[in-house]
């Protein structure tokens, strides 16, 4: 049986770089600005992953988290400073797999940019909170799962597909 991919009449892969790569990762991580944190990559035995919200995204395909001083993502960041963050934005598209190093900033002024009332629950002492710290999450790479069209051609294509038994896939791939 042949590979899915080698049944695709439409490209099905695209590798971006450049400033086209920066806008795929912002709109992908925009979708849902929430996504798994995950340390402590070690070969052999599981990560560490939390869910952890983006407090932002730049043009770089950078991102930037508040994080507590004490947490053990810090901790662990101190002693293996690579990252994965896993985003989904739907239930059919919009996949996002970034993997960077990070770095812990005690900025007063980057926390204050990134700062937002509803982090009190976190942080009691609000943004004078001397346990805030920034994590800044330098992309190195990544690599992303969309549809080409938007969600309803993908669900029509995938309809007939199944009904022709051809494979209509609407997605697109890369890194």
């Known amino acids: 049986m ?17 400033s086209e790569a920066g806008r795929k990762i912002k709109e992908l991580a925009g979708e849902n600005n929430t996504c798994f944190f995950c340390t402590a990559m070690q070969a052999g035995i599981p990560f560490t992953v939390r869910p ?9 395909g950078n991102f930037y988290f ?15 400073p690579n990252v994965q963050l896993l985003f989904q934005g739907s239930a059919h598209s919009n996949f996002l797999s ?9 900025d007063k002024e980057l926390i204050k940019e990134l700062w937002e009332p509803l982090l009190k629950t976190w942080f009691t002492g609000e943004i004078d909170d001397p346990r805030i710290t920034a994590i800044k999450v330098e992309t190195v790479d990544g690599h992303y799962w969309d549809n080409k069209h938007g969600d309803a051609i993908a669900l ?3 309809i007939a ?3 022709s038994g051809k494979t209509m896939d609407d997605s697109i791939e890369g890194s």
């Open 2 to 18: 042949d590979s899915i991919n080698k049944q695709q009449r439409e490209q099905n892969h695209k590798n971006l770089q450049g």
């Open 52 to 60: 952890m919200a983006v407090q932002k995204m730049d043009d770089l």
């Open 66 to 80: 508040l994080s507590a001083n004490d947490s053990f993502k810090n901790r662990d960041i101190l002693v293996d």
């Open 98 to 106: 970034i993997y960077g190093v990070a770095t812990i900033s005690t």
């Open 156 to 158: 029509v294509k995938m």
């Open 161 to 163: 597909g199944a009904i």
